[in-house]
């Protein structure tokens, strides 16, 4: 079992706002990086620090947190956001290892 | 621009070993730790291992540490993960991938965050473990 917990499915209407959560006591000390995979692909890195978008990322991902609670929200989803969605941070419980979330599958209605 | 490149992926047979490689391009290999992460059929990632800069920091996940060991030599760009012991339960798409550390003060909660992510991911190498 992951140390940072996901909801394993959820859905989006075309053009809507989703918010997919990513809980762990790691997050009171580390804030969440979040990665979207698709298919047959390797994670591409979507947020990191407090709410930082690499390059290249739209402008309709955001991050945001509170507490042990970290939040992914895509604002205006797009039949392109269909894919895996996973939270990470390190470990902090005396330790420096990496923890995954579980993953969300996103579907785009 | 930024390329990792893993290599060795391959079918072998449980209690059999494997080395994978992972070759950088397009940044400065020795400033950064590297991470090895993998994904088992329609299963999520699982990160497996972490080597400092410098190869003097190493951790390992605790369902492969004491068979796995990572690696890396500076002068040749390369990364590797040296597997023994091999179970059926290894069988995933093996990454690698360039880590980013760092902290951040939020004024507004007055508390120092950090954070971490691996930025740069090669495209995996598979490896198949049965009899």
Known sequence: ?109 | QVQLVESGGDLVKPGGSLRLSCAASGFAFSDYSMSWVRQAPGKGLEWISYISNGGYTIYYADSVKGRFTISRDNAKNSLFLQMNSLRVEDTAVYYCARDIDGQYYDSGLYQVFYYYYMDAWGKGTTVTVSS
Not at chain 1, 47 to 55: E, Q, T, V
């Open chain 1, 1 to 109: 079992s992951s140390e940072l917990a996901q909801d394993p499915t959820m859905s989006v209407a075309l053009g809507q706002t989703v918010r997919i959560t990513c809980q762990g006591d790691s997050l009171r000390t580390y804030s969440a990086t979040w990665y979207q995979q698709k298919p047959g692909q390797a994670p591409v890195l979507i947020i990191y620090g407090k709410d930082h978008r690499p390059s290249g990322i739209p402008a309709r991902f955001s991050g945001s947190s509170s507490g042990t609670t970290a939040s992914l929200t895509i604002t205006g989803a797009q039949a392109e956001d269909e894919g895996d969605y996973y939270c990470t941070s390190r470990d902090t419980r005396g330790n420096l290892r990496v923890v995954f979330g579980g993953g969300t599958k996103l579907t785009v209605l």
